[in-house]
């Protein structure tokens, strides 16, 4: 081989190496910026529980925690004209269950029958249900409520709670930030009457989609899935508890986020009935 062909041979494979590290390098370089893939679980994926395996893990809530007052509640004005009292025209139905005692799962609260004060239930528990933070309920209640999730879900109504149990103290509270921002008017059909609000009985619930969609406000009830809560959930121990167009009845603004439990037998023959706690129990509200 000549000299001159030799050199040849090294300058075409010392080339090729050069060129294969500089394509390696390239290589390396495109990889090395290629941006990062970073899981990021959205906070409604944190908030699914496994139970309920047919709920959407890709809804990011995006309203406020429920620690905020709750500002979008829209009660009657003072103005409006009352709705006509219903009177009881059928014979009155034997009470079978003690709507009295303040531990009783069947306790009518209202403004003319608050609870104690001091009342605090013994057996509130977290409910493992979707909710911005950790809301108690007692023991049965939060079975039943828990129960009821997974049945929506199977059915495409997708729960979270936006408020459970209530203090006392919490009450008070959240009534005096109304008044002082709404006025004294704003406070009188809303239900965080402090010892008055089913709340602080630990066996009431506020509703919210889980999407976080009309919290807290009327328009909740202009969805569809709406009507499989109020078809089903006294099945679960559950009563719509402030209809419309009650409110005379009630003392309480229309609230359809509002439910309240009290066992399932009691719930149907409530249901059943289509009257508010106050007028199957014949206890109306003395406003006077
Ligand atoms: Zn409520």
């Known amino acids: 081989m000549d ?27 495109r990889k090395g910026t290629q941006p990062v893939a970073v899981v990021t679980p ?18 990011v809530i995006t309203d406020e925690p429920t620690s905020t007052p709750e500002v979008t509640q829209t009660p009657a004005p003072a103005t409006a004209t009352p709705e006509p009292t219903q009177e009881p025209t059928e014979e009155p139905v034997e009470v079978t ?14 403004i003319s029958y608050p609870v104690d004060p001091g009342y605090v239930p013994k057996d509130l528990r977290v409910v493992n249900i979707p909710s911005s933070e950790s809301e108690y309920l007692r023991e049965e209640a939060a079975n ?15 729960l979270r709670i936006v408020d ?9 509270a959240l009534y005096n930030y ?16 402090p010892g008055a609000s089913e709340h602080q009985l630990g066996l009431a619930v506020d509703l919210g989609w889980y999407n976080g969609n009309c919290q807290l406000n009327p328009c909740i009830a202009t969805y569809p899935q709406y009507q499989w809560l109020l078809d089903n959930s006294y099945k679960y121990g559950w009563i719509a508890r ?9 003392h309480i603004t229309y609230s359809p986020w509002h439910f309240r439990y009290v066992g399932s037998e009691e719930a149907a023959k409530i ?17 006077n």
Do not use: F
């Open 42 to 59: 959205t906070p409604a994926e944190t908030l699914v529980p496994s139970g309920c395996p047919t709920c959407p893990a890709d809804i």
């Open 164 to 172: 459970g149990y209530r203090s006392y103290s919490e009450q008070l």
């Open 178 to 193: 109304y008044e002082r921002v709404h006025g004294k008017a704003y406070t009188e059909y809303v239900d965080d009457h």
């Open 97 to 110: 269950v003690d709507i009295d005692s303040d531990d009783s799962i069947n306790k009518l609260v209202n």
């Open 3 to 29: 000299k001159k062909y030799k050199w040849k041979l090294w300058t075409v494979l010392i080339l090729s190496i050069l060129i294969l590290i500089g394509l390696g390098y390239l290589h390396y370089l």
């Open 242 to 250: 402030y209809p419309d167009k009650k409110s005379d009845v009630t």
């Open 271 to 287: 249901h059943d009935s289509g009257l508010t706690m106050e007028e199957y129990y014949k206890r109306p509200v003395k406003t």
């Open 144 to 158: 039943a409520l828990e129960q009821m999730y997974k049945a929506a879900c199977d059915n495409q109504v997708y």
